[in-house]
């Protein structure tokens, strides 16, 4: 079974038990992260984790590449996410899973978020996936700016399960657009 099709859940143990692994065995240890690459579409991190405090080398090191806006987690907390990745990785590469399986919760959701972009690619054949992206942030937007949540949750399921035609996505996204515009708009000119 690849990677990408395993369950999220139990299985998979997040990496803040991972870290509390590590400081129970190692209590004088240490993980240090360094943010590698930040643009306006992706953040790299590379972790190193050491046994000692003393220690020169990294007894492990780990990476986790991130894009800006891939899923609602990235799209709130991209730097943060990357950064708890890359020290998932280098926890598990130094040995501790916390889980009988070596993916991190967090890996497998970026798998999950992987697989339903090209779900949504497949669905929406004529539809760019940045296209896609465009609608999902839009709804987030609107959602900041008032739209309810159940109504959000209600298109995004419906985006991403591709029950729209292309033609409706456009729709769909001119009148988000339009939206989010006059409420902006309204904010402006009646100052709380």
Known sequence: MPKSDLPIGGEY???????ALFYERFPAGRI?????????REVVFRASVYRTEKARTPAATGWASEKFGDGDINTVACLENTETSAI???????????????PSLEEMEKAARARTRAVLAERYQSASSDA?????TLVRTAER???????ATWLRTRIRRGLFTPAQLTRLSQTLRRWVRSDAVRAVESPQ
């Not at 143990?13 to 870290?19: K, N, T």
């Not at 240090?32 to 306006?40: A, G, Y």
């Not at 998932?88 to 070596?102: C, V």
Request: charge should be positive; aromatic fraction near 4%; proline fraction near 2%.
């Open 88 to 102: 998932g990785r280098a926890l598990a590469n130094l040995g501790f899973t916390a889980a009988k399986n070596r």
């Open 32 to 40: 240090i992260t360094q943010l590698t690459m930040h643009n306006e």
């Open 145 to 151: 700016y008032g739209l309810r949540t159940r109504r």
């Open 13 to 19: 143990a997040p990496v803040a038990d991972r870290i």
């Open 132 to 136: 896609l992206e465009d609608v999902l």
